[in-house]
């Protein structure tokens, strides 16, 4: 086995793994009984969907994969936060 093919076989393993678990995340979100598990299905599904967009960009050796998984990461933080003061607090802006 070759460093090429290792590397192959790990991506493409790596890349089922976070769609499963995107996949997963999508259905706790839909089924949540409260709002913390929606907003923390949301939470993982931006991660998810962040490793997802950096895998493939390590697979096609592609620039805009990792500035799409920047942009993901900087939307979903900021996503997380005001869901959380929301739940908190009730009010997002004070």
Not at 39 to 61: E, K, P, Q, R, S
Not at 62 to 72: D, H, M, P, R, S
Request: with cysteine; charged share 15%.
């Amino acid at each position: 086995m070759t460093a090429a093919s290792f590397l192959h076989f790990a991506l493409t393993y790596a890349q089922l793994c976070l769609i499963l678990a995107f996949a997963l995340a999508s259905w706790r979100m839909l089924k949540g009984p409260r709002a913390q598990d929606r907003v923390l299905a949301l939470d993982t599904m931006y991660v998810d969907a962040m490793l997802l967009f950096l895998v493939i960009g390590i697979g096609n050796g592609n620039l805009f994969f990792f500035e799409a998984a920047a942009v993901i990461a900087i939307v979903g933080f900021v996503a997380t936060a005001s869901l959380a003061k929301f739940l908190m607090r009730g009010e997002v802006i004070e």
